[in-house]
């Protein structure tokens, strides 16, 4: 982040905004904890961490429905299969960086 302040002549970094798909891989918490220790010393000292969760978008190959999937509840509503893939969730995306 340090190089993006630069290059965007930013000498401190206000806001970091994520967008963290839930089948990323990414836990939420555990980033937001790895933010807090890693930006003492850099331009991101007094940033803030927006993290957006972007709904789950899956598409059943059994009868090829596009749903919001719920993570605890992955079936497809219309067929209750299992069949999908994961169209939108897995966004590991940098949406801005806000500083002065």
């Known amino acids: 982040m340090d190089k993006a302040a630069a290059l965007n002549n930013l000498s401190r970094i206000a806001r970091v905004v994520l967008e ?4 990323s891989g990414v836990e939420p918490d555990l980033l937001r904890f790895a933010f807090a220790a890693i930006k003492k010393g850099t331009a991101l000292e007094q940033a803030e ?12 190959g059994e009868c090829e429905n596009e749903y919001l999937g719920e993570i ?8 209750m299969k299992d069949q999908f893939n994961v169209i939108r969730g897995r966004e590991v995306l940098v949406k801005s960086i806000e500083g002065e």
Not at 20 to 23: A, C, E, R, S, T
Request: charged share 10%; aromatic share 8%; net charge negative.
């Open 72 to 79: 605890d509840d992955l079936r497809c509503p219309t067929c």
């Open 20 to 23: 963290i798909g839930q089948f």
């Open 49 to 60: 961490i927006v993290i957006l969760v972007p709904p789950l978008l899956l598409y059943c």
